[in-house]
């Protein structure tokens, strides 16, 4: 199947610094990511669909200037936490549908911590 | 806005039984729905796709079903056993040729060795 990496696969920093989170697809291309969030004991929110050359979408209530997302590639999309507080700190985690455009593969998710 | 149900939310099982988890979801429409398995802070794992055209897709000791009249899926675990200890997320596509996916809260598993 479809491999989806992500790195890193966890990441402390402090209150008001930025963090990047890569999401790639290893052996296949994908026009569109999708990245979710997920606190704990809650299920996985989408937060946004990542597109490749153009604007991401964002849900409703999703801050698209905090969460700056680039899909510069087939195979590439990164999510920038800016400026984060600790209400930021989850579990950050993106898929990308597979070639036979039926099912999401998801990558192994980040686990950020604010402090 | 469609939302995903599972019932139980968590279930605990002495080894070697048989169970089911219930998804059940609101809106009516006919879209594919995919089972994942997540453990312990990792991501998700795909165990089984039931294309909106399918009643059921079946992958070794796992069988999912899908009941569109009654907007329900369950899945079927038979012979569990301790690494089948997980939480298991029910979750459906948002359209139809739509990528996006809505995932219930899940169910613990707990397979008691």
């Known amino acids: 199947g479809a491999v989806v990496s992500q790195h890193p696969s966890w990441v402390i920093c402090k209150s008001g610094t930025s963090v990047k989170i890569e999401c790639r697809s290893l052996?296949?291309?994908?026009?569109?990511m999708f990245w979710y969030r997920q606190f704990p004991k809650q299920s996985l929110m989408l937060m946004a669909t990542s597109n490749e050359g153009s604007k991401a979408t964002y849900e409703q209530g999703v801050e698209k200037d905090k969460f700056l997302i680039n899909h510069a590639s087939l195979t590439l999309s990164t999510l920038t936490v800016t400026s984060a507080h600790p209400e930021d700190s989850s579990f950050y985690i993106c898929s990308a549908p597979g070639l036979a455009g039926h099912e999401q593969f998801f990558g192994p998710g980040t686990r950020l911590t604010v402090l | 806005k469609q939302e995903v149900t599972q019932i139980p939310a968590a279930l605990s099982v002495p080894e070697g039984e048989n169970l089911v988890l219930n998804c059940s979801f609101t809106?009516?429409?006919?879209?594919?729905l995919q089972w994942f398995r997540q453990d312990p802070g990792k991501g998700l794992t795909s165990l089984l796709l039931i294309q909106s055209s399918q009643r059921e897709q079946t992958s070794g000791r796992l069988n999912a079903s899908l009941d569109k009249s009654s907007g329900r899926s369950t899945l079927y675990i038979a012979a569990s056993q301790p690494g089948d200890s997980a939480t298991y997320l029910c979750?459906?596509?948002?359209?139809?040729?739509?990528?996006?996916?809505?995932f219930g809260k899940g169910t613990k598993l707990s397979v008691i060795p």
């Open positions: 809106d009516s429409a006919i879209y594919n």
């Open positions: 979750a459906r596509y948002s359209g139809a040729g739509s990528y996006q996916l809505t």
């Open positions: 052996d296949f291309q994908a026009t569109t």
